[in-house]
């Protein structure tokens, strides 16, 4: 079992910025991919950000350049550093943690406000 917190959500302004964290316990050995989704009111969940273990990062278009996906392997943390924030990032965000095995798991969404 993976368990997965996440952290860092609140009310910004627009312009403003904020650092996502999720932090991972138990056995994450076999770890492939780590991603960020969204999902902003009325709407369906949806892909933000995600990378591998390697390194590899993927963006959805509406936030590259703004926002950038890291992990702290020694801490077993990915993080998510949202820079410029817009009206329309407002959305629980969702940290998961998928596996070669084909197996992920989801953390429990943090909220995130953009608003003057």
């Known amino acids: 079992q993976v368990q997965l917190v996440e952290s860092g959500g609140g009310l910004v302004q627009p312009g403003g910025s904020l650092r996502l964290s999720c932090q991972a316990s138990g056995n994450i050995f076999g770890t492939s991919t780590m991603g960020w989704y969204r999902q902003a009111p009325g709407k369906q969940r949806e892909l933000t950000a995600t990378?591998?273990?390697?390194?590899?990062?993927t963006y959805v278009e509406s936030v590259k350049g703004r926002f950038t996906i890291s992990t702290d392997n020694a801490k077993n943390t990915v993080y998510l550093q949202m820079n410029s924030l817009k009206a329309e990032d407002t959305a629980v965000y969702y940290c998961n943690w998928g596996f070669y095995s084909g197996m992920d798991y989801w953390g429990k969404g943090t909220l995130v406000t953009v608003s003057s």
């Open positions: 990378i591998t273990r390697r390194g590899s990062t």
